[in-house]
């Protein structure tokens, strides 16, 4: 079951910053690496290329986390515990080119041929310190006065 993502973390997810991905390696230490990402349609999409030993150990595990810290304000962060829905060399070279105008504005120039592959991760734990939405059991002031109790 996937925590609901609320409004406000869906609009923090939208900005764009990069990402911690953390992935066990076989030892069972964790690997912990920037990465770019888009959120889209309630799922996360990164970019690797193959021969990228995070991927490797992704792709073993099939689960990642990633964290999310607001570049301008170390207090607004974002957890996410995800697990492998796939990985896919098809449609990956397009959008390594689509995060790179995201981020930087400007197509994607490889130092080296590389063969992309897409990440797609499906969340299953979302915390955030961002603000929730009200509970329906939650009294609110009305007026600037706390209701009584019945």
């Known amino acids: 079951m996937t925590d609901p993502i609320s409004p406000a973390t869906a609009a923090f997810l939208d900005e ?39 991927l490797e150990h992704l792709e073993r595990e099939r689960r990642a986390s990633m964290l999310f810290v607001d570049p301008a304000d170390m207090h607004r962060v974002v957890r996410v515990s995800a697990s492998l829905a796939r990985t896919d060399t098809e449609g990956a070279a397009e959008h390594v080119d689509r995060l790179s ?18 990440i797609e991760l499906v969340p299953t734990r979302v915390r955030s310190t961002l603000p929730a939405p009200p509970s329906p059991n939650t009294a609110t002031p009305v007026n600037g006065k706390w209701p009584a109790h019945k």
């Not at 911690?20 to 290329?49: H, K, Q």
Request: hydrophobic fraction near 40%.
């Open 101 to 118: 105008h995201r981020y930087r504005g400007e197509p994607y120039r490889s130092p080296s041929p590389q063969r992309r592959v897409l």
């Open 16 to 54: 764009v910053m990069p990402v911690i991905v953390g992935v066990r390696r076989a030892d069972g230490t964790v690997a912990m690496n920037p990465a770019w990402y888009e959120f889209l349609d309630g799922r996360f999409w990164l970019n690797s290329w193959r021969g990228a030993r995070w």
